[in-house]
């Protein structure tokens, strides 16, 4: 069946409603994101959303089936903006030739600045218990690991050129800790020793400790703005791992 100018209806319909549909689950997404900045996730309620956009709640559920459901999305969405950021820095610092320590430094202070400007999205990745891991979707796995892969490709660069050299595991539990970090190289094709894979778990560790510090107030009021700690304590990180900051 034909329209005004020869235009098949059935072509231009589709087009209209998935245009519709995309900006109503960003409106839902946006409403989402703000009920959870003012009460945190545990409190979102789709019937909430539905409400303030003038929807019944059942009109909603074909957008998002259920809370969890907008949650992941969320999530995904979070993940995927720290995994852009980081990668776009990751590029800088190769196009730029930066050392270790510069590039290092470039990517995690990249990463805390991009959860100072988002805490609410911050706070929704790793601030809500998670049973394990795996239980996360695959799309948000995906995301995740995308922005934990540049960390590890730092990592994995700084060990392979020699500028990195994590010390040997030397605890009681060196042999058992070093089987399952295998296990964890062997999983995610990471190509890097058990001793790089701990440093990578200790600047992790580290890497989050100081910006959840930051972000969830926990620090003395007199460090704030924490910029000058943070680099400071990524520089210390660095020195444990035998790089000077060169900053």
């Not at 776009?88 to 990249?110: N, W, Y």
């Not at 070093?178 to 790089?196: I, K, T």
């Not at 460090?223 to 444990?240: C, I, N």
Request: hydrophobic fraction near 45%; proline fraction near 4%.
């Amino acid at each position: 069946m034909l329209c005004h100018n020869g235009v098949i209806a059935s072509d231009v319909i589709p087009r209209r409603r998935d245009r519709v549909r995309i900006e109503t689950r960003a409106e839902i997404k946006r409403l989402a994101w703000t009920q959870i900045a003012q009460e945190g996730a545990d409190a979102l309620s789709l019937r909430a959303v539905a409400r303030e956009m003038g929807m019944t709640s059942s009109a909603l559920y074909r957008y998002f089936e259920s809370k969890e459901q907008l949650l992941d999305a969320l999530a995904v969405e979070a993940f995927g903006s720290l995994a852009d950021t980081l990668e776009e820095v990751e590029r800088r610092a190769h196009d730029d030739e930066l050392e270790a320590g510069p590039r290092f430094m470039a990517i995690t202070c990249a990463y805390r600045q991009w959860a100072v400007e988002h805490p609410t999205e911050y706070r929704l990745m790793f601030g809500v218990p998670v049973a394990d891991l795996d239980d996360r979707n695959e799309a948000t796995k995906a995301e995740m690991y995308r922005g934990v892969a540049v960390l590890t490709r730092c990592m994995a660069v700084g060990v392979a050129e020699g500028s990195i050299q994590p010390a040997p595991l030397a605890i009681a539990q060196a042999e058992r800790l070093a089987g399952r970090l295998q296990m964890w190289s062997d999983r995610d094709d990471l190509h890097l020793p058990a001793e790089a894979l701990a440093a990578c778990m200790f600047t992790w560790t580290q890497l989050h400790g100081a910006i959840s510090l930051e972000l969830f107030s926990h620090l003395p009021t007199p460090v704030y703005p924490a910029d000058d700690l943070f680099e400071y304590l990524m520089g210390e990180v660095l020195r444990a791992l035998g790089v000077h900051p060169r900053l």
